[in-house]
């Protein structure tokens, strides 16, 4: 009764705002995919409900909700789904079940762990919130050298991956362990495990833990041939559990949980919605309308969980006392990095289609990917250096010079990160 008490007290226009702003971003996730498609409705919803929270420590924090909003729900973009959605439309019964079941399974997993993430800013104090830069730094250089290796050593057409050395159930293992090496580096330098690095080290081998028996011991695959990263969200989820039952972290467990529970339902309810509409007869895209209602759906449970938070939750009297470059950091992660990472692939994808389109352009490639199979250093890329660098300048003038452009109160500037990511988005938006 008294979570019901404090879901009715959420505004509405944090239910609307919220789930719509999801449900955007996740239309246009749909013509990127993968993990980094999935960043981008989880920053865009993230700011959205913060905005709408009525919290002036967290508009001051907006910059880091989006961020880690990003990286939450980028995880379950590392899950396939599509075979899962297909079982769906079997005349079979077992076969339906099947499918919905996982579909329930699969939105939680993806839900729960970008509603985790979305939290942290929302309860953190500043020195705790800190402590997650560098590590996630190191994650992003192991992350970036990781690609670079093994395209220079294992590349090959991503259509027969399946006959890479490093193929092993489809999955993101090599990510995963890297993202750990990396972890314990930086437990190295620091002398001893944080509440930063110890959460990451129990989503990691949760991670290897929940794949090594469900996939590799239990022989249990979701959708064979297709790749089996459910079953290491599994781990995450379980890992970050774990962790917060050790911790005392009560909030953060309802979060994970609630958010998680209606993701799974919307979810599953979305492919249940576009099923009725198709035994209407009716003509229609019907695709794009699933993926833009279990955007909505998600954003309801992402509101749910976090606009809790905003009504439980006391303020933060040290919102902003973190250093001046976590601030520029995130700001430049989510305008720079996540749109480089997502549209360098519609680029691709251009002169794929385009005949116009030459690959290369006096001598230098169109798109380069950082890769020494795509010649490393396109057009692409030198825009996108110099407009992060341009970012990173007129940021750190900002914060010794005001700029007039920027808008002094803390909703404004959250409007305006919100309105400049939008557009980003809109803007650059693609079907490939």
Same mark, same amino acid.
């Given at each position: 009764?008294?979570?019901?008490?404090?879901?009715?007290?959420?505004?509405?226009?944090?239910?609307?705002?919220?789930?719509?702003?999801?449900?955007?971003?996740?239309?246009?996730?749909?013509?990127?995919?993968?993990?980094?498609?999935?960043?981008?409705?989880?920053?865009?919803?993230?700011?959205? =409900?913060?905005?709408?929270?009525?919290?002036?420590?967290?508009?001051?924090?907006?910059?880091?909700?989006?961020?880690?909003?990003? =990286?939450?729900?980028?995880?379950?973009?590392?899950?396939?789904?599509?075979?899962?959605?297909?079982?769906?439309?079997?005349?079979?019964?077992?076969?339906?079940?099947?499918?919905?079941?996982?579909?329930?399974?699969?939105?939680?997993?993806?839900?729960?762990?970008?509603?985790?993430?979305?939290?942290?800013?929302?309860?953190?104090?500043?020195?705790?919130?800190?402590?997650?830069?560098?590590?996630?730094?190191?994650?992003?250089?192991?992350?970036?050298?990781?690609?670079?290796?093994?395209?220079?050593?294992?590349?090959?057409?991503?259509?027969?991956? @399946?006959?890479?050395?490093?193929?092993?159930?489809?999955?993101?293992?090599?990510?995963?362990?890297?993202?750990?090496?990396?972890?314990? =580096?930086?437990?190295?330098?620091?002398?001893?495990?944080?509440?930063?690095?110890?959460?990451?080290?129990?989503?990691?081998?949760?991670?290897?833990?929940?794949?090594?028996?469900?996939?590799?011991?239990?022989?249990?695959?979701?959708?064979?041939?297709?790749?089996?990263?459910?079953?290491?969200?599994?781990?995450?989820?379980?890992?970050?559990?774990?962790?917060?039952?050790?911790?005392?972290?009560?909030?953060?467990?309802?979060?994970?949980?609630?958010?998680?529970?209606?993701?799974?339902?919307?979810?599953?309810?979305?492919?249940? =919605?576009?099923?009725?509409?198709?035994?209407?007869?009716?003509?229609?895209?019907? @695709?794009?309308?699933?993926?833009?209602?279990?955007?909505?759906?998600?954003?309801?449970?992402?509101?749910?969980?976090?606009?809790?938070?905003?009504?439980?939750?006391?303020?933060?009297?040290?919102?902003?006392?973190?250093?001046?470059?976590?601030?520029?950091?995130?700001?430049?992660?989510?305008?720079?990095?996540?749109?480089?990472?997502?549209?360098?692939?519609?680029?691709?994808?251009?002169?794929?289609?385009?005949?116009?389109?030459?690959?290369?352009?006096?001598?230098?490639?169109?798109?380069?990917?950082?890769?020494?199979?795509?010649?490393?250093?396109?057009?692409?890329?030198?825009?996108?250096?110099?407009?992060?660098?341009?970012?990173?300048?007129?940021?750190?003038? @900002?914060?010794?010079?005001?700029?007039?452009?920027?808008?002094?109160?803390?909703?404004?500037?959250?409007?305006?990160?919100?309105?400049?990511?939008?557009?980003?988005?809109?803007?650059?938006?693609?079907?490939?």
């Amino acid at each position: 009764m008294e979570l019901i008490a404090s879901l009715s007290q959420i505004p509405w226009e944090m239910w609307i705002f919220g789930a719509l702003s999801l449900s955007i971003g996740w239309g246009i996730r749909g013509n990127f995919g993968h993990e980094i498609g999935a960043a981008m409705p989880g920053a865009l919803a993230s700011m959205a =409900i913060v905005i709408m929270s009525g919290r002036p420590d967290w508009w001051q924090r907006i910059h880091y909700f989006a961020m880690f909003g990003a =990286i939450g729900w980028s995880f379950g973009g590392s899950m396939s789904y599509m075979q899962v959605i297909s079982y769906t439309h079997s005349g079979h019964s077992l076969t339906i079940f099947y499918g919905f079941a996982n579909l329930f399974a699969i939105g939680f997993l993806w839900a729960a762990p970008g509603g985790m993430a979305v939290a942290m800013p929302a309860i953190l104090k500043s020195d705790q919130l800190q402590l997650f830069f560098f590590p996630c730094l190191a994650v992003f250089i192991g992350w970036a050298l990781q690609q670079f290796f093994v395209d220079l050593l294992f590349h090959q057409d991503p259509r027969r991956r @399946h006959e890479s050395p490093l193929y092993w159930y489809d999955t993101d293992w090599l990510d995963v362990l890297i993202a750990v090496i990396a972890i314990m =580096i930086v437990v190295i330098i620091r002398g001893g495990f944080d509440f930063s690095t110890s959460l990451i080290l129990h989503m990691g081998a949760g991670w290897y833990a929940a794949f090594l028996i469900l996939v590799n011991l239990l022989k249990f695959r979701m959708t064979p041939p297709r790749g089996d990263n459910w079953s290491g969200c599994v781990g995450i989820v379980s890992g970050a559990l774990v962790f917060c039952f050790r911790n005392g972290l009560e909030q953060v467990t309802l979060v994970i949980l609630l958010t998680g529970i209606l993701g799974g339902i919307g979810f599953a309810s979305g492919q249940q =919605i576009k099923l009725l509409f198709i035994k209407t007869g009716l003509q229609t895209n019907w @695709h794009s309308i699933l993926e833009q209602t279990q955007g909505f759906l998600f954003g309801i449970a992402l509101v749910a969980g976090i606009g809790i938070l905003s009504i439980l939750t006391p303020q933060i009297t040290d919102a902003t006392d973190l250093p001046t470059w976590t601030h520029i950091f995130a700001v430049v992660f989510v305008l720079v990095i996540i749109t480089y990472l997502n549209h360098r692939k519609a680029v691709g994808t251009w002169i794929e289609q385009v005949k116009s389109l030459p690959e290369k352009f006096f001598g230098l490639p169109t798109v380069g990917l950082f890769l020494r199979s795509k010649g490393f250093l396109g057009w692409f890329e030198v825009i996108y250096v110099s407009v992060g660098i341009a970012c990173i300048l007129i940021l750190t003038s @900002h914060t010794k010079n005001p700029i007039d452009l920027i808008p002094e109160s803390w909703l404004g500037r959250s409007q305006f990160l919100y309105l400049i990511f939008l557009l980003i988005l809109w803007t650059l938006r693609v079907r490939i």
